[in-house]
Structure formats: structure tokens, C-alpha cells
């Protein structure tokens, strides 16, 4: 028996990273997944994106879990498009959950590299996009009789990232969010908390960005050491991400919410 058993599970940017591990995690405990990924080109970033052969992975190792997995690519920027996806979802597995907003990006820019349009991405993706994420699926929520929202924030919405105004903008947004949203959707039973991880061995450390935070790194040294560890641990696996949506998913977690979990060896306070 798992935890999730019976449940079915909304997970965004599940293609890979966290939000694979999210999928194969809950459809271990017993979830059916239902997932969305853009699985295309990503506005700005210096890292390489998803692809549909990643999306097409994530299917098949949540089925090797024995769970089922309806997944398509959708970008979480279009509210319409995530509420059809859902809808869909929901009628083939018959009901709603979990709901994990995890799809977000992170661009490092020193604070006069920042322009409009790098700005307005991480506000359209990281914000916006998670919005449309509750907006679209609490209603299915509503209808089961409760559920849970898992919003991923970031260290960087505790503290800060440095060399990254519009992603610490951006992940702080979703601490009010997620305390707006618990207030109202805790008269149906909804349960609604973000997670805070520090830095995650993930593909968004592919491409340029390794090079392009070292040179937003040399503006200025003195902020370059803020993400350490009180551990001698420095980067989480998506895995240990994973087991903390797992608790919060669960029943375990029932009486837990508005809450904001960081999972980050203590860098928050470094």
C-alpha cells in the first residue's frame, strides 16, 4: 500500500529535473499522474531546454512505478490551454488531488543586465504561469472534496539569489501566493503550501549557466558565497526534493497548510 494510493496528481514542468522526480515519486506511493511541460524552447535561458523525448521519458519511468501517466506539452503561460489539459486529464482518471506547480525558470543577470523582456519571462513563467496552475485545477479540487497545492518557490523566495532580481521577485511572489491561496481554499478542504529547495542537481545547471553565473559572480564576490550549506552536502538530488512533496501530497500532512518548507542545508540562513 502507499501513501497516495487512489490519488491522481497534477504535476507541471514534469519532464524532467524536480518535477520527474515528483512524478516518479508520487506514482511510487500509489498516484496516477497527470502532467504538463512546455518540452520546447524557453524564453531567455542560458541552460538546455526540455525536450518531448524528455516528457516521453518521464512517462515511461512513471510506468515502470506501475502508475499511469497521461502527459502532454503545454506551456504554463497559457491559462486556456491548462485548463483544457486538466480538464481532459481529470475526465481519463477520474478526479483531482494533487496538485504540484513546479515549471519555472531562472535567468542569471547582474541588476543592470535585466531588461524588460528577461524580466517579463520570469514574471510570466514563475508567477503568472503558477496562478494559471491553481486557477485551472482548484476547481477539481473543489469538486473531490478537497485536496493538495504544492507550489515550488526556491531559497531565493526566503532570502534572496544573488544576480537574479526578477527570480527572487518572482519566487518571493509565491510566498504571498501561497498564503492567499491556502486562506481562500481552505474552506474547501484545500491545503496549500510552497516548498523552498537551495540548489538542486538538476539540467537547469546545463548549457551556458555554470559560465553565466561565474560571470555574475565576479560583479560582485563578496554575494557569490550566500547559497552555501551548513552541511557538507551543498546540492539536493531532485530525489530529496521529491520526498517532501510526497509528505505534503499525503495524509501525513492533513493538518498542514500556508506553510513555506525550506530544503536547502540551512542556506537560508548562512
Known amino acids: 500500500m502507499g501513501r497516495l494510493d487512489h490519488k491522481i496528481a497534477f504535476i507541471t514542468g514534469v519532464a524532467r529535473g524536480q518535477g520527474r522526480a515528483h512524478a516518479v515519486r508520487l506514482a511510487a506511493e500509489g498516484a496516477t ?8 524552447p524557453l524564453p531567455s535561458v542560458p541552460y538546455d531546454p526540455a525536450t518531448p523525448e524528455d516528457l516521453d521519458e518521464t512517462r515511461r519511468l ?7 501517466a497521461h502527459l502532454r506539452q503545454c ?9 483544457e489539459v486538466v480538464a481532459e486529464g481529470v475526465a481519463m482518471v ?3 488531488d494533487v496538485v ?28 503568472i504561469g503558477v496562478w ?16 493538495s497545492v504544492i507550489l515550488t518557490s526556491s531559497l531565493a523566495g526566503k ?8 527570480y527572487t521577485t518572482s519566487k518571493h511572489a509565491l510566498v504571498g501566493m501561497t498564503r492567499a491561496f491556502a486562506a481562500e481554499l481552505g474552506n474547501h478542504d484545500i491545503r ?66 500556508a506553510e513555506h518548507i525550506s530544503i536547502d542545508g540551512g542556506a537560508q540562513y548562512f
Open 159 to 166: 532570502k534572496l539569489q544573488p544576480f537574479m532580481v526578477h
Open 94 to 96: 477520474g478526479g483531482l
Open 75 to 83: 506551456d504554463v503561460r497559457d491559462l486556456e490551454a491548462l485548463r
Open 33 to 40: 499522474i497527470v502532467g504538463v511541460d512546455i518540452a520546447g
Open 192 to 257: 496549500v503550501n510552497s516548498i523552498h529547495p537551495g540548489a538542486v542537481a538538476t539540467p537547469m545547471g546545463s548549457g551556458q549557466m555554470v559560465a553565466r553565473i561565474e560571470e555574475t559572480n565576479a560583479a560582485n564576490p563578496r554575494l557569490a558565497g550566500m547559497g552555501m550549506t551548513f552541511l557538507n552536502q551543498f546540492v539536493a538530488e531532485p530525489s530529496e526534493i521529491a520526498n517532501v512533496v510526497a509528505f505534503l501530497a499525503s495524509d501525513e500532512s492533513k493538518f498542514i497548510t
Open 100 to 127: 504540484v506547480a513546479n515549471a519555472g525558470i531562472c535567468i542569471p543577470e547582474t541588476w543592470d543586465e535585466v531588461t524588460p523582456t528577461s524580466f517579463r519571462d520570469v514574471m510570466d513563467i514563475n508567477v
Open 132 to 147: 494559471n496552475t491553481v486557477t485551472a485545477t482548484a476547481p477539481h479540487l473543489i469538486e473531490r472534496g478537497g485536496g
Open 62 to 68: 512513471v510506468e515502470e512505478q506501475g502508475a499511469a
